[in-house]
């Protein structure tokens, strides 16, 4: 089954609100990452964050393992931020699985 | 930051044919992955690669596909022979040791046609 699983798996917003991404496990893990999708279909590495919070600009990052959860919030969104959120669980051997994403769409 | 490369960032191919995909990685990493995405649909593990061996790979890498980093230089995905439904967007990424940061390539384009 799917190891891990994100919510929600679109959001529309306007331009200056928040968002706030989930993603859930259901196995153990040995690191959580966060990453933003261009829709060219690039990827940027936003987060490492295997525990706890991360802060990063406008966005902040948090894992609680023992709830095996990890969420990725966006605050004052911008048009630019439009695109696709992936997350990815590794576990133990280097295997790594993606969440299915989240489609952001930030209009003015 | 660090990048990974990969070239092409486009190829189309006929199918039958072989292709190579090419992957430059962060100088000083170890470990290696191929992923597919085919549009719209969810980013696939292929392969992930150490110390010049496959480690894993999931069934999405058929028997046609091969990987190697002779003399540590690019890290390439081979296709022989391409198929219609290989057809997507080949993202190679690296990382300095097991739970570390994972650096993605722009990703190759590959249409079979």
């Known amino acids: 089954g799917q190891q891990v699983q994100q919510s929600p798996a679109s959001l529309v917003l306007q331009e200056g609100e928040n968002a706030e991404l989930q993603c859930n496990f259901s196995t153990s893990l040995n690191s959580m990452q966060w990453f933003y999708q261009r829709p060219g279909g690039s990827l940027v590495s936003l987060f490492y964050n295997p525990s706890g919070t991360k802060h990063s600009g406008r966005l902040t990052s948090t894992t609680v393992i023992k709830e095996r959860r990890s969420s990725l919030h966006i605050s004052s969104s911008q048009t630019t931020d439009s695109g696709t959120y992936l997350c990815?669980?590794?576990?133990?051997?280097?295997?790594?699985?993606f969440g299915d994403g989240t489609q952001l769409v930030v209009k003015p | 930051g660090p990048k990974v490369l990969q070239i092409p960032s486009h190829q189309i191919i006929d199918m039958g044919q072989m292709v190579t995909l090419n992957c430059d990685p962060v100088?000083?990493?170890?470990?290696f992955y191929w992923y597919k995405q085919i549009l719209g649909q969810q980013m696939e593990f292929l392969v992930n690669f150490y110390n010049g061996k496959v480690m894993e790979k999931s069934k999405l890498f058929k028997d046609q596909f091969s990987v190697e980093r002779p003399d540590g230089s690019y890290f390439t995905l081979k296709i022989q022979p391409t198929a219609l439904e290989d057809s997507a967007v080949y993202f190679c990424a690296s990382s300095g040791s097991s739970g570390n940061t994972l650096y993605f390539g722009e990703g190759s384009r590959l249409i079979v046609v």
């Open positions: 990815a669980l590794e576990r133990g051997n280097n295997r790594i699985f």
């Open positions: 100088s000083n990493h170890l470990y």
